[in-house]
């Protein structure tokens, strides 16, 4: 079958033929791929600028993380063939003392799907069947695959602590900001600002989404971002370091500065205006269990309301070329999408 994957610690991916997976074993289930969203993290493990070294001993590894499709072959009862399903990519161990104790948020020797085993750039993937959230028949596979980033958008939203009433600004207009976005709207905030820079396409896809308190940064510094006023929360989903220092000051007292973005490199940080001001930085990454949970409940009552941000959908040969638009910051979402041929 063709699969997208990374070969070796160099710049590139190459569509490569491989064997399908093996039978399920038991508690597994393969899953014909449907949708599979390209990822920011997919752009820096391509272009391999840093941040994901962690990967390099998995290679050569099949990419996609965010994906939906369809239970084929089943070692669980409980999802039988025929089941769509949503699939989760962090796989937890099952013999740390975290899982052991059933508190696998806390596992501590877990392994990416699509990133350190097969992921979803491929017709087929076998997934451990607790990582699959069943789906109602009929949904949009490619609304589904968002599931993945929505997830990230929440759990960065609830480690901001977001709340009714609060102004938040959001700095990258990606389709990790976007999330962060809905998520924040999702839970009460009075004021969503999202500042980008040379985004229009992605601030378009914004405005489909209902917001509106757009801003081009240019040029110009991120200052004028506040002159209404300080924010409550901010959260950085650049990537950019030099961006946290610049952050910092459009927080009000005891605001909170959320880092989403992965870094190539270290950033210098005032510490002195952290303390002045008691200012609070927290890290985001992968979603818990009940963000999982929660986020699909979210998917599935918004619907076709999230179809904006599937900007495009690919098939899975022209997958590079799903890698370039999305570089070149036209798309938000790019779903590929395995066809019978590549099997």
């Not at 590139?12 to 920011?40: Q, S, Y």
């Not at 950019?240 to 500065?257: K, N, Q, S, Y």
């Not at 989403?260 to 927290?282: D, F, W």
């Amino acid at each position: 079958m063709k699969a997208l994957r990374k070969l070796s610690p160099a710049p590139g991916l190459f569509l490569c033929d491989i064997p399908r997976p093996p039978p399920p074993g038991a508690d597994e289930v393969l899953v014909r791929v449907e949708a599979a969203g390209i990822c920011g993290s997919d752009l820096h493990i391509e272009d391999w600028s840093g941040g994901y070294e962690f990967i390099t001993a998995s290679m050569p590894v099949t990419l996609g993380h965010e994906l939906a499709g369809r239970v084929v072959e089943s070692g669980d009862p409980g999802l039988p063939p025929g089941t769509r399903v949503v699939v989760i990519p962090s796989v937890t161990c099952g013999i740390c003392a975290a899982c052991r104790a059933d508190d696998r948020d806390r596992c501590v020797d877990r392994r990416g799907i699509g990133m350190t085993r097969a992921g979803g750039f491929a017709p087929f993937v076998l997934a451990p069947a607790r990582n699959c959230l069943p789906l109602p028949p009929g949904f949009d596979p490619a609304i589904a695959a968002l599931t993945e980033p929505l997830v990230i958008g929440a759990r960065a939203v609830s480690v901001g602590g977001v709340g009714p009433g609060d102004r938040v600004l959001v700095l990258g207009p990606g389709a990790i900001g976007q999330a962060i976005a809905l998520m924040a709207r999702e839970a009460g905030a009075a004021e969503v600002m999202i500042a980008g820079r040379d985004d229009a396409p992605r601030f378009a896809v914004l405005e489909r989404l209902g917001f509106h308190e757009l801003r081009e940064v240019g040029d110009k510094g991120l200052t004028h971002l506040a002159a209404d006023g300080r924010f409550d929360v901010v959260f950085e989903a650049v990537g950019m370091p030099t961006l946290v220092a610049e952050a910092l000051p459009l927080l009000r007292r005891e605001g909170v500065l959320v880092i989403a973005g992965i870094h190539p490199r270290p950033a210098a940080i005032p510490l002195n205006t952290v303390v002045r001001e008691q200012l609070q930085l927290r890290g985001t990454n992968r979603g818990k269990i009940a963000d999982w949970r929660r986020t699909l409940d979210f998917v599935l009552r918004q619907g076709a309301a999230l179809a904006p941000m599937v900007t495009h959908r690919l098939p899975l040969r022209d997958a590079l070329e799903g890698f370039a638009i999305t570089r070149r910051r036209q798309a938000t979402k790019a779903i590929l999408l395995p066809e019978p041929g590549d099997e």
